[in-house]
């Protein structure tokens, strides 16, 4: 089996100021290829230490992908390093040089001198192309090996990760096949999802079962490994299925689908719409289900009645219903939410209201709880949830919940 | 000056699960103590690949830190790789066993077997004690270098290195003081900010400056370097006085401000409010600025009018005007704000039109095409953006910019 090192590069991971999700963004996708990383060397920008950094990668593995310091300020010296640690020159190349005074031109901008040097690739090396900066990356072969430099800006990277190298690696890539499938689940803790795995999780089995979480989403990955490919998709898709009877509506979705993505497919299948009235989550429900391109077939109109006034003003919600239960009360996030249906039309409207914090809570309404209400036509259903956290992770439970809600009202 | 490396261990980090934010928070502690990272090493859970690493860390470094796999399954090899690269044997310690075994006494469960593996330390080490799991520590001396072994939970491993490893360090760490500031821009690009601080940005300058990016938001990193804490501080605010003066209104915070906590306090400051109605960023400026807590005191009214019908029927756009210029248009972005800003009775309000993409851009209106309004009594101002990248991208430099744009009209 091939195997796979990755060097991170920036002063900016080694000062701590960066987290480095780039390496672990490349290790998923390699051991999905059937190259598990072996090792992961970081460096700061300084030549030396990048061309130690990739022979001790190149020592390790078939495939070396670099990330960072394609940039075009002084402080970027990947490009030189890669030509060091290959014994070639840099050269410029025109059509390169073309391609970025393009980029600038398009934003009517003069491109500043020191852009030049990202037209530089070392001599016998490829360029890939960068299609949302100006940093093409780096593809060259040296002792046999596949040595590659991908810009560190991460969105930068995934696509030309996706578009240049990935089609270059499932040609190199071992004879075993590893297929990794993900389930997604929402309504649980983690620990209860273990002991509902229970043996399944046991290392050495095959397929594995791994487990993480992300503000309350559980995602399931299942790593099946055999000779060939068609085998292990049919292994990834047995424990596809066995964690599909063992979780039912646990589970909302696959691969790297989002609650809304999942409720928005569910809308627009229906045909049916949703309106949003947020208080606590400030305007994060709305933004998750417009996360999704396409989310004006089924959403038209979010409010974020921040205060009572706009509650009362905008969605109805009466003025003695505010004194008499509390802002943040189940009887307000029903107003709420039937306010906002009957204003936009919609078939489904959901309410939120809560405390946030740090502040603001009390004995009886104390920060992290949260009433969201889902209502139709048919039914107004209240939930009263308790949130733990911060206000980051509250709000974004909170947002996660209401969208969870819909989605078992909505069930395909 | 003396270095520090860092060697991560885990095959949750290579296969990708865990994105390793240990090396993060290790970087910058050590930064601070005046012990900068030379280099990080991450490696799986194999005795031989955790004895290279250290090795090789030890080239490079004074202090080697290394976090993960001290834990009692069969995977955790850490301990004993100490002990091979030290060349010693693992022992029972008598004492760690009993803390281990009242761990489990306190929590009314009997201590499985594999723990007491955790009562072992590589002859000739010191255990570190661990107050939040069963994992002790370990740090040991080998040439005249310091090599310590902490858990890979995050916080038993920030809670053994602040109790056992920094007071150490303080008296290994050389005389020279470190102190590092932060600067934020917003407004123009990372090169144009490198050209401008020119040669202010060269390599081995003291203080250094070092410049990242983050959709749109430039940070400076000032890293001052002197004899002792006094000069160092002294030193940066120098450099961040020089800087303050180079790029003046660019720079809109320190530290670790956002965008919209630096909006937020000047609102709050003029006792001014704002309303906001967003169309392509469907909530997501709502939500950046309710994301600081106490927002409510200048924020009460958001509009997410992501149809037509909505921005008519809740903001009074005029229709006809939607027809005639098209509801990403200057003119809608206009009649958006001051209809939010009328409605809500605020000081200020912003509308936000545009096209977040992938598909619905047209030769006259593209992908990623934003009209941003900033509307009060005094005047209506409006940007055309035209923001490249994916949708993501696009509606958080939209909201960014929006902010921007809010924060040069209410100047402190």
Redesign the interface.
């Known amino acids: 089996m091939k195997r796979a090192a990755?060097v991170?590069i920036g002063?900016?991971?080694?000062?701590?100021?960066?987290?480095?999700?780039n390496?672990?963004?490349?290790?998923?996708?390699l051991?999905v290829l059937g190259l598990?990383?072996?090792?992961?060397?970081?460096?700061?920008?300084e030549t030396d230490?990048i061309v130690r950094?990739l022979n001790?990668a190149g020592m390790d593995a078939d495939i070396v992908v670099a990330t960072g310091g394609l940039?075009?300020?002084?402080?970027d010296v990947t490009r030189q390093a890669f030509a060091k640690f290959m014994g070639v020159e840099l050269k410029i190349q025109e059509d390169l040089l073309r391609k970025v005074q393009d980029f600038f031109a398009q934003?009517n901008?003069q491109m500043?001198?020191?852009?030049r040097i990202q037209a530089c690739i070392p001599v016998g090396a490829k360029a890939l192309p960068n299609n949302?900066g100006t940093a093409p990356g780096i593809m060259a072969e040296a002792d046999g090996k596949l040595f590659v430099a991908l810009p560190g800006?991460p969105?930068e990277m995934k696509q030309m990760f996706g578009e240049s190298v990935l089609p270059q690696l499932q040609q190199v890539a071992s004879s075993q096949s590893v297929v990794v499938r993900k389930l997604r689940c929402y309504g649980v803790g983690e620990s209860t999802i273990a002991e509902m795995l229970g043996e399944l999780m046991q290392?050495g089995r095959n397929p594995l079962i791994?487990c993480?979480v992300h503000f309350g989403v559980i995602t399931l990955?299942i790593i099946a490994t055999a000779e060939n490919q068609v085998q292990a998709e049919r292994m990834a898709k047995e424990g596809e299925n066995l964690l599909k009877e063992t979780f039912g509506d646990l589970i909302y979705g696959t691969a790297e689908q989002t609650l809304a993505e999942v409720v928005g497919l569910r809308l627009a299948h229906q045909q049916a719409s949703v309106a949003?009235a947020?208080s606590c989550?400030?305007?994060?429900?709305?933004?998750l289900?417009?996360?999704a391109?396409?989310?004006?077939e089924y959403?038209?109109?979010?409010?974020?009645?921040?205060?009572n006034?706009?509650k009362i003003?905008?969605l109805g919600v009466p003025e003695d219903l505010i004194e008499r239960c509390g802002a943040v009360s189940e009887q307000v996030a029903t107003a709420m939410a039937q306010g906002a249906r009957s204003?936009?039309g919609a078939d489904y409207a959901i309410g939120i209201t809560g405390i946030?914090?740090?502040?603001g809570g009390t004995e009886q309404k104390p920060v992290g709880l949260v009433y969201i209400c889902v209502d139709s036509k048919e039914e107004s259903e209240v939930q009263c949830c308790r949130f733990s956290g911060d206000?980051?992770s509250i709000r974004r439970r909170a947002a996660q919940s209401a969208l969870n809600m819909l989605r078992l009202r909505i069930k395909d």
Do not use: M
């Open positions: 990755i991170s002063n900016e991971i080694l000062g701590g100021q960066t987290i480095d999700t390496a672990a963004y490349l290790s998923k996708e051991l598990p990383v072996l090792s992961c060397y970081t460096v700061g920008d230490r950094a001790l940039g075009p300020t002084d402080d934003r901008l500043p001198g020191k852009n949302r800006v969105s290392r791994n993480t990955h949003i947020e989550t400030g305007g994060l429900l709305s933004k289900l417009t996360d391109p396409g989310a004006s959403f038209t109109h979010g409010w974020v009645t921040y205060g006034i706009a003003g905008e204003r936009a946030a914090g740090p502040t206000r980051d």
